[in-house]
């Protein structure tokens, strides 16, 4: 009887333990192409964040709907002023920029944009997520260069919209589809033995736009919020791994 209650004494702090410590921990809902950075920086702080990676339109819908996210960190500003219209942020700032590349298996024949337009297989991000957006506009942009209907024959290759950027990159590493479009940074240690990457011109690429925004008021936060972007370890990050620091 007595070995029981040990074990359900030690049960017991265990569990408080481990509630204590998520209590402690900052709610970082961040965009999927931040992983790998912010995995990295978690790390050298001891895993203080609670980190929850998507595409950052699956994640303010996520916010709109009540989840108990403290800082949200967006790749573009479109959801950002969304979060501002309803009232759910305190403050925001633009961070990070980057900027889009096309990417094939490493044993493919597609060497330049233009071999978009022929008969391929082309995966993308929804339109809806940042990623899928800029993909979009990169096309269209390209329309000045190849013709006016180019990224209409382009767009007619596509046989996937993914959820993320993340799982494009994971289709053409694995030789599912023939070409993405990503953010240069998704193009890692873990990945770029597998992939072709294909440039694109500054004149017909974006500039993808990452904010931080404090959703909660309380101090724990603020004072979360405020140690991010004075802490000079993620900004060294962030450099490493090809954003733009712009903060």
């Not at 699956?58 to 403290?70: C, H, S």
């Not at 479009?181 to 193009?187: A, L, M, Q």
Request: with cysteine.
């Amino acid at each position: 009887m007595r070995k029981i209650i040990l074990i359900l004494m030690i049960l017991i702090l265990i569990l408080t333990a481990a509630c204590t410590e998520k209590e402690d921990q900052t709610t970082f809902f961040a965009a999927a192409s931040l992983t790998e950075a912010l995995d990295e920086y978690n790390k050298s702080i001891d895993n203080k964040l609670n980190l929850n990676f998507d595409s950052s339109t699956r994640l303010r819908l996520q916010i709109e709907n009540g989840a108990g996210a403290d800082i949200y960190l967006s790749a573009n500003k479109k959801n950002v002023d969304l979060l501002r219209e309803k009232k759910l942020l305190i403050e925001s700032k633009k961070i990070l920029e980057n900027k889009m590349v096309i990417i094939t298996p490493i044993d493919s024949k597609i060497e330049t944009v233009e071999d978009l337009s022929k008969e391929i297989k082309l995966v993308i991000a929804e339109e809806e997520v940042p990623c899928g957006k800029y993909a979009v506009e990169v096309l269209e942009n390209f329309n000045e260069k190849y013709g006016e209907d180019f990224s209409n024959k382009v767009m007619k290759n596509v046989v996937s919209k993914e959820l993320n950027v993340k799982h494009v990159v994971s289709k053409i590493a694995m030789g599912e589809a023939d070409a993405g479009i990503v953010y240069i940074t998704d193009i890692n240690q873990t990945n770029k033995e597998k992939l072709n990457i294909i440039e694109i011109e500054d004149k017909f690429n974006v500039n993808a736009s990452y904010w931080i925004c404090r959703l909660n008021n309380d101090e724990g936060t603020k004072k979360s919020y405020d140690d991010f972007l004075k802490d000079e370890r993620i900004k060294n990050i962030f450099s490493d791994y090809g954003f733009k620091i712009i903060y």
